[in-house]
């Protein structure tokens, strides 16, 4: 168990390509809130920043990248479970696109 992936008890999405290791989950310690992308570039050993995606309640989630097009590198694709306040976190599923660029 890391420490520095904080998260109530829900399963995690973890993606790995070239070399980089992406981790997204919502990371609170208290309740399913706060879904978080956060990404290593030392196969897990250590997590040098984080992306806030989705403050509200939020649950599962999965990664992915296509490879339909030179440019599908600059992205990562997320769905995920989402809510809104005061709401359940399987509310709604969200499919978002987050760019790559500046990353490193």
Do not use: C, H
Request: charged share 15%; aromatic share 16%.
């Amino acid at each position: 168990f890391d420490e520095a992936l904080i998260e109530p008890a829900v399963a995690a999405g973890l993606y790995y390509n070239e070399g980089v290791m992406y981790f997204s989950n919502p990371a609170s310690t208290n309740s399913r809130s706060n879904m978080t992308l956060r990404w290593s570039y030392d196969s897990g050993s250590s997590w040098k920043d984080a992306l806030q995606v989705w403050a509200q309640p939020s649950g599962y989630s999965t990664m992915t990248m296509l490879n339909s097009d030179p440019q599908d590198a600059e992205y990562l694709y997320m769905l995920y479970e989402k809510g809104r306040p005061n709401k359940t976190s399987y509310e709604m599923l969200s499919f978002t696109r987050i760019s790559l660029y500046g990353f490193n």
